[in-house]
């Protein structure tokens, strides 16, 4: 294919006061190389996207339906009214009943496992991001957070005196790689330093902890004799049974 370019006629000429542009006989077009071809459309490139912005229509809301996923974790209310659950790491919360889910926490935050605070009113999460991993604690209502620990966590569990957060960690993430090592620790729910609950356990996994109704206790699973066996440790004295 060869393509034409317009070139003025007689009648464009410097001497004519009139401005005409003559298109009407091929004899007045001639062939574009391709180096003016290039620089045309280099020249045209931002006048085509201006166009093509222009002719874009204005943002609509998108209403999405997810009858299912995967790697999500949710969590019923104490009081029994709403769930929380971490979708591709953003929070929504819920009516246990139906209805619209809210999203509490900017899209990909990495937010996950959720555990609600005894009263309904906050949720602790973990936040899996390599340069601000940690606990943090979102209002249900107004998304506020509060950051608890830079700790890497999971597992997250509230006692239910609403005082204490136990979740799971491994110390030794940055330095052994030979074994999995996971261990028990315990944070104020207001903030201050975490605490170790199982020393002593380095390449063995302690995890799962679930809180007794005294917020004295707590039942974990531990591999640290070769078997899975469940133990309750008492958080104040550490004594292991």
Do not use: C
């Not at 180096?35 to 912005?53: D, E, G, Q």
């Not at 608890?148 to 110390?171: E, Y």
Request: net charge positive; glycine share 6%; proline share 8%.
């Amino acid at each position: 294919m060869t393509l034409y370019a317009a070139v003025p006629g007689p009648e464009n000429s410097p001497r004519n006061h009139r401005v005409k542009t003559r298109w009407a006989t091929l004899k007045n077009f001639a062939p574009i190389s391709r180096h003016t071809m290039r620089k045309m459309l280099h020249l045209l490139a931002p006048i085509f996207a201006l166009l093509a912005f222009a002719a874009t229509p204005a943002a609509a809301q998108v209403s999405v339906t997810l009858p299912e996923g995967t790697n999500i974790a949710a969590a019923v209310s104490p009081d029994g009214k709403q769930i929380v659950m971490d979708l591709q790491g953003t929070l929504f919360v819920l009516p246990a009943a139906g209805g619209a889910a809210k999203a509490i926490t900017e899209p990909l935050m990495d937010a996950r496992q959720p555990a609600w605070s005894p009263d309904s009113r906050e949720i602790a999460v973990a936040l899996d991001q390599d340069a601000e991993s940690g606990i943090v604690v979102f209002d249900r209502e107004s998304g506020k957070s509060r950051r608890l620990s830079d700790v890497p966590a999971r597992q997250l569990a509230w006692s239910p005196n609403g005082k204490s957060i136990a979740f799971v960690s491994n110390p030794l993430r940055t330095s052994d790689s030979r074994r999995d090592n996971e261990d028990l620790y315990i944070i104020p729910a207001e903030g201050g330093q975490a605490r170790l609950l199982t020393p002593g356990t380095q390449r063995f996994r302690d995890f799962a902890p679930a809180w007794a109704p005294d917020s004295r206790r707590i039942a974990y699973v531990s591999d640290g004799s070769g078997y899975y066996n469940i133990y309750v440790l008492n958080v104040e004295t550490g004594a292991r049974q």
